[in-house]
T-cell receptor, first 111, second 113 residues
Framework: KNEVEQSPQNLTAQEGEFITINCSYSVGISALHWLQQHPGGGIVSLFMLSSGKKKHGRLIATINIQEKHSSLHITASHPRDSAVYIC?????????????FGKGTKLSVKP | DVKVTQSSRYLVKRTGEKVFLECVQDMDHENMFWYRQDPGLGLRLIYFSYDVKMKEKGDIPEGYSVSREKKERFSLILESASTNQTSMYLCAVDRAPRSYGYTFGSGTRLTVV
């Protein structure tokens, strides 16, 4: 069983829709990253969370440590939001500074 | 914020060639990582380094080695490239202790023919 599970794997939305991507994990963590990867490969860190909620523009990330679950929401989605969104957790101890990644959610927003 | 540069975006090499992938940061963060990314498998850790000349194997080190002679540069070496090493390779830097989080390079898409 993967330690970090994302759902859905693929998501197609119409422009303007509200989007939710989910991430569940089974290990103890010190923090959780939401990452964005556009076609072409480069990865950008959107959020780092250890509790509660963060908002940046149209993006909102929440985390529930007790339930070991995080969500990434995109309000008023736009075709430029089309990308792969990856959840990654940072585990305390273990390999120094290692991340455990989910397999990603491929989002496609149609105009 | 640190800038992480991977020297090549796309690379095509022949089977059996020795391949060097370079990752350079413009600061002096200690922890640097090499990942490969494959469809359906996500990102997997190949090697990481926590200081000059210090390295540790990740989850899939077979067929790879690394070099960290200077703090800012972390090189991934494919000793004898094989077709199953065709992949996207991503370098990352841990921004601790200055800030909390990771910065990724733009990736190198390697094709071995």
């Amino acid at each position: 069983k993967n330690e970090v599970e994302q759902s859905p794997q693929n998501l197609t939305a119409q422009e303007g829709e509200f989007i939710t991507i989910n991430c569940s994990y089974s290990v103890g963590i010190s923090a959780l990253h939401w990452l964005q990867q556009h076609p072409g490969g480069g990865i950008v860190s959107l959020f780092m969370l250890s509790s509660g909620k963060k908002k940046h523009g149209r993006l909102i990330a929440t985390i529930n440590i007790q339930e070991k679950h995080s969500s990434l929401h995109i309000t008023a989605s736009h075709p430029r939001d089309s990308a792969v969104y990856i959840c990654a957790v940072i585990t305390p101890g273990g390999s120094q500074g290692n991340l455990i990644f989910g397999k990603g959610t491929k989002l496609s927003v149609k105009p | 914020d640190v800038k992480v540069t991977q020297s090549s975006r796309y690379l095509v090499k022949r089977t059996g060639e020795k391949v060097f992938l370079e990752c350079v940061q413009d600061m002096d963060h200690e922890n640097m990582f090499w990942y490969r990314q494959d469809p359906g498998l996500g990102l997997r850790l190949i090697y990481f380094s926590y200081d000059v000349k210090m390295k540790e194997k990740g989850d899939i080190p077979e067929g790879y080695s690394v070099s960290r002679e200077k703090k800012e540069r972390f090189s991934l070496i494919l000793e004898s490239a094989s077709t199953n090493q065709t992949s996207m390779y991503l370098c990352a830097v841990d921004r601790a202790p200055r800030s909390y989080g990771y910065t990724f390079g733009s990736g190198t898409r390697l094709t071995v023919v």
